[in-house]
C-alpha cells in the first residue's frame, strides 16, 4: 500500500509517521509513505499558493492550479510505478479514467471517519490525501480531483495534516503484515462494533487490586463468555450510541 500525502507541510506529516509500526512497516517495505510539499508546484513567483475568496469574507483560500499541477505529479508517479509492474499500460490526464486512484480531502466536511472507512480504505493500493491549509481549497479543483470527503470529528483543526495522520495510521495498521499480531486487529474496539473488554497483566495484585478471578481460571469458554459481557456492558455505559446500533443490528439478524 502507497501513501501520498498532498500539503504544505511534507516534513510534519513525514517526521510523525516515521516511527512504532508505521515506521517499521515501511523500512519492511509493506507500506510507502510520501509526501509531495503543493508549495513546489505553484506558478507564482513568489511562491504563493493562496488568494482572497471571491465574494469577500474572512481568510485565504488555496488556488486550484498547484494542489491540481501537484496531485497530476503524483498520479504520474502511480501510474508509471504501476507500468513498470506491467499494471497498466499508460498514464491519463483524463480525469475520469484518472479517479481509478481514490483521492482523500480531508475536510471537516466530509463524512466522519470510522473503522469501517479505514478496513475499506485499508484495500486499496494506492491512496492521495490532500490536506488544506487556510479557509480551505477553491472548489473547482476538488470537484475535479476528490473522490472522498472524510472529517476526523465534528470540530475545525488548523490544518489537514494531523487528521491526514490519524488515519494514515488507522488504515496502515490494517494492511496485512503491519500488525505482527494479525489477531489483534480483529478482537480490539470497533471491530465488530463494540468496545473491547478490560485487560490485566503482570503483577497479579497491583495497589491492592487483583485481577478477575474468571481470568486466572484458565477456563477458556468461561473467560470468552466473561469478556464478552464485560465488551457489551463498557460500551453501554462509554458509548451507548454504540450499544445501540449493535443491539438494532443483532436483533435484525435474528
Ligand atoms: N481539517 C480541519 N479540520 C478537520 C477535521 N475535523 N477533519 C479533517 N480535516 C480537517
Same mark, same amino acid.
Given at each position: 500500500?502507497?501513501?501520498?500525502?498532498?500539503?504544505? +507541510?511534507?516534513?510534519?506529516?513525514?517526521?510523525?509517521?516515521?516511527?512504532?509500526?508505521?515506521?517499521?512497516?515501511?523500512?519492511?517495505?509493506?507500506?510507502?509513505? &510520501?509526501?509531495?510539499?503543493?508549495?513546489?508546484?505553484?506558478?507564482?513567483?513568489?511562491?504563493?499558493?493562496? &488568494?482572497?475568496?471571491?465574494?469577500?469574507?474572512?481568510?485565504?483560500?488555496?488556488?486550484?492550479?498547484?494542489?491540481?499541477?501537484?496531485?497530476?505529479?503524483?498520479?504520474?508517479?502511480?501510474?508509471?510505478?504501476?507500468? =513498470?509492474?506491467?499494471?497498466?499500460?499508460? +498514464?491519463?490526464?483524463?480525469?475520469?479514467?484518472?479517479?481509478?486512484?481514490?483521492?482523500?480531502?480531508?475536510?471537516?466536511?466530509?463524512?466522519?471517519?470510522?473503522?469501517?472507512?479505514?478496513?475499506?480504505?485499508?484495500?486499496?493500493?494506492?491512496?492521495? +490525501?490532500?490536506?488544506?491549509?487556510?479557509?480551505?481549497?477553491?472548489?473547482?479543483?476538488?470537484?475535479?480531483?476528490?473522490?472522498?470527503?472524510?472529517?476526523?470529528?465534528?470540530?475545525?483543526?488548523?490544518?489537514?495534516?494531523?487528521?491526514?495522520?490519524?488515519?494514515?495510521?488507522?488504515?496502515?495498521? %490494517?494492511?496485512?503484515?503491519?500488525?505482527?499480531?494479525?489477531? =489483534?486487529?480483529?478482537?480490539?474496539?470497533?471491530?465488530?462494533?463494540?468496545?473491547?473488554?478490560?485487560?490485566? =497483566?503482570?503483577?497479579?495484585?497491583?495497589?491492592?487490586?487483583?485481577?478477575?478471578?474468571?481470568?486466572?481460571?484458565?477456563?477458556?469458554?468461561?473467560?470468552?463468555?466473561?469478556?464478552?459481557?464485560? =465488551? %457489551?456492558?463498557?460500551?453501554?455505559?462509554?458509548?451507548?450510541?454504540?450499544?445501540?446500533?449493535?443491539?438494532?443490528?443483532?436483533?435484525?439478524? &435474528?
Amino acid at each position: 500500500m502507497h501513501f501520498h500525502i498532498m500539503t504544505l +507541510f511534507p516534513e510534519m506529516v513525514l517526521e510523525g509517521l516515521h516511527t512504532s509500526i508505521i515506521g517499521r512497516a515501511q523500512e519492511r517495505g509493506i507500506i510507502s509513505i &510520501d509526501a509531495e510539499n503543493i508549495r513546489d508546484y505553484t506558478l507564482d513567483k513568489h511562491k504563493k499558493v493562496d &488568494d482572497y475568496t471571491y465574494g469577500g469574507g474572512a481568510g485565504m483560500l488555496m488556488q486550484a492550479q498547484p494542489v491540481y499541477d501537484c496531485w497530476k505529479h503524483i498520479e504520474e508517479k502511480i501510474f508509471m510505478h504501476r507500468a =513498470s509492474l506491467g499494471k497498466c499500460a499508460t +498514464f491519463t490526464t483524463n480525469h475520469e479514467e484518472a479517479h481509478k486512484v481514490r483521492v482523500i480531502y480531508v475536510t471537516p466536511q466530509g463524512e466522519v471517519f470510522k473503522q469501517k472507512k479505514a478496513a475499506q480504505l485499508a484495500k486499496e493500493e494506492d491512496l492521495i +490525501f490532500l490536506c488544506g491549509h487556510y479557509e480551505g481549497i477553491d472548489e473547482r479543483v476538488l470537484e475535479e480531483i476528490v473522490t472522498d470527503y472524510i472529517s476526523l470529528g465534528d470540530y475545525v483543526l488548523t490544518g489537514g495534516e494531523l487528521a491526514a495522520m490519524v488515519m494514515i495510521d488507522a488504515i496502515a495498521r %490494517l494492511v496485512p503484515g503491519v500488525l505482527n499480531n494479525g489477531d =489483534s486487529a480483529a478482537t480490539e474496539s470497533h471491530a465488530n462494533g463494540l468496545l473491547e473488554y478490560p485487560q490485566y =497483566s503482570r503483577p497479579e495484585v497491583w495497589h491492592g487490586k487483583g485481577v478477575p478471578e474468571v481470568l486466572l481460571s484458565g477456563h477458556h469458554a468461561n473467560i470468552e463468555k466473561w469478556r464478552w459481557e464485560q =465488551s %457489551l456492558e463498557r460500551t453501554k455505559q462509554r458509548r451507548p450510541d454504540l450499544y445501540e446500533a449493535y443491539i438494532v443490528k443483532e436483533q435484525d439478524q &435474528d
